[in-house]
């Protein structure tokens, strides 16, 4: 039996859900004593497993299932979707509570930390508070109510690389936003999981107490006409504070969110009992 990974090759999504990628590759070992397979052109044969990563997939799922392959998707979206796959698994414990719905085994799989990213300096001059992505998705209007604090946010919505990414982090000492699509109340964790693997600090608007709860001490969660001030408070620190407060936060993150330690956050619910070769 094989376990292979797979998602429809995208530029920008292919970048934007690699962190997902990255942690099945170091928790699946864990997890079910197999090493993964990034799928490319492989044979797949009755009793392997694909984990199918990110959006659509349901025509994907629907041709493996007749071959008799077990099929996992890594609902990487803060919406309940099911393409018809054995399993659903999802980034958020928010969203693994609202996936409990669907009549199959659903897990929680927390998105890892990557020790390999380069780190976010704040010895060097911080003179922005920075958004990457865009405002379009309902933060239109979240982003006049910070404005209204006389605080302009940075928005950049053209880092679909890791060489651009990593170059932004290395030259931009930030404080970094985030703001869910519409009106979830869920916490991206691929954003803010990459992120944090970045040594970046991090304001976010509420989400829910369960993944509020999951990044106490390592995101600062506040309302959205708060932001704006909180975000003041932290540009009258000194460099070397804002420092000091960025390496309390990874070491918190980097002992939670180490693959060994993450393992133990892993959830499932709704176990497939008749299954002959679920995992």
Not at 106 to 131: G, R
Request: net charge negative; glycine share 2%; hydrophobic share 35%.
């Amino acid at each position: 039996m094989n376990i292979y990974i797979k998602q429809i090759y995208n530029e920008y999504l292919t970048f934007m859900y690699y962190p997902a990628v990255y942690s099945l590759l170091h928790l699946i070992p864990f997890m079910y004593d197999k090493t993964p397979i990034l799928f490319t052109n492989e044979t797949i044969i009755d009793g392997d497993i694909v984990i199918w990563v990110g959006v659509s997939g349901i025509h994907e799922i629907k041709e493996l299932k007749k071959k008799n392959i077990y099929t996992v998707h890594f609902n990487l979206e803060p919406v309940v979707e099911d393409i018809g796959s054995d399993e659903t698994w999802t980034y958020s414990l928010y969203m693994y509570e609202k996936h409990k719905c669907l009549s199959k085994t659903i897990k929680f799989i927390p998105i890892i930390h990557d020790e390999s990213l380069p780190k976010t300096n704040y010895l060097n001059k911080i003179n922005e508070l920075t958004f990457i992505g865009s405002m379009n998705c309902g933060r239109v209007d979240k982003e006049k109510i910070i404005n209204e604090s006389y605080v302009n946010i940075n928005c950049i919505d053209y880092l679909w690389t890791e060489q651009k990414y990593n170059l932004f982090i290395i030259n931009h000492a930030s404080i970094y936003l985030n703001l869910t699509k519409y009106d979830t109340k869920t916490l991206p964790s691929i954003r803010i999981n990459k992120l944090l693997s970045h040594k970046c600090i991090i304001i976010s608007e509420k989400t829910n107490d369960e993944d509020e709860e999951l990044y106490k001490d390592m995101v600062f969660f506040t309302d959205l006409n708060q932001i704006g001030e909180l975000y003041k408070s932290f540009i009258t620190m000194s460099p070397q504070e804002l420092n000091n407060l960025a390496e309390s936060i990874y070491q918190k993150f980097i002992l939670k969110f180490n693959s060994k330690n993450a393992f133990h956050l892993i959830k499932h619910f709704k176990i497939h009992l008749h299954s002959t070769h679920y995992i």
